[in-house]
């Protein structure tokens, strides 16, 4: 697919972009990343000098960085410490004002690794980082150069 990029001001700065977890905003979060990485097995064939592989399953991992303004994830995740394996969802939004739109993403069945409890340090404020898996995800909005 030819694009032509009219102007590199169409970048997308992250600083728009904005994160729901089961609809409701966090407004403190200042990173979110999700990638998923393939699980592959070696395949060698004959008269094929070179290894090839094919994908036999996938893991949808991230992390959300929020700053630390109250205990909602605490809240959210309460009952871990039981053995309570609460999922979410989460849908990030990012829309540069001059961007060619913007780009929603949906991430379905959603786990968080680990609950931070407490890290702070005096004259400090605080950012945590949510590490989490995801079995599934969804492309709501895409952005098209126009």
């Avoid at 890290?119 to 895409?142: G, N, P, Q, S």
Wanted: include cysteine; charge should be negative.
């Amino acid at each position: 697919m030819a694009r032509n990029i009219d102007s590199m001001k169409r970048l997308i700065n992250g600083t728009f972009g904005q994160i729901w977890l089961d609809g409701d905003k966090v407004a403190e979060s200042t990173a979110c990343q999700a990638k998923i990485s393939l699980s592959k097995s070696k395949v060698n064939l004959c008269g094929q000098f070179m290894t090839d592989y094919k994908s036999v399953s996938g893991e949808g991992t991230g992390s959300i960085t929020m700053c630390h303004v109250d205990s909602g994830m605490l809240q959210r995740l309460d009952g871990m410490q039981d053995g309570v394996d609460r999922r979410f969802t989460i849908i990030s939004s990012l829309r540069d004002p001059d961007s060619y739109g913007a780009e929603r993403v949906a991430l379905y069945n959603v786990s968080f690794d680990d609950l931070t409890l407490m890290d702070w340090k005096a004259a400090t404020y605080r950012e945590v980082t949510a590490a989490f898996t995801f079995t599934r995800y969804e492309l709501l909005d895409a952005i098209e150069v126009q």
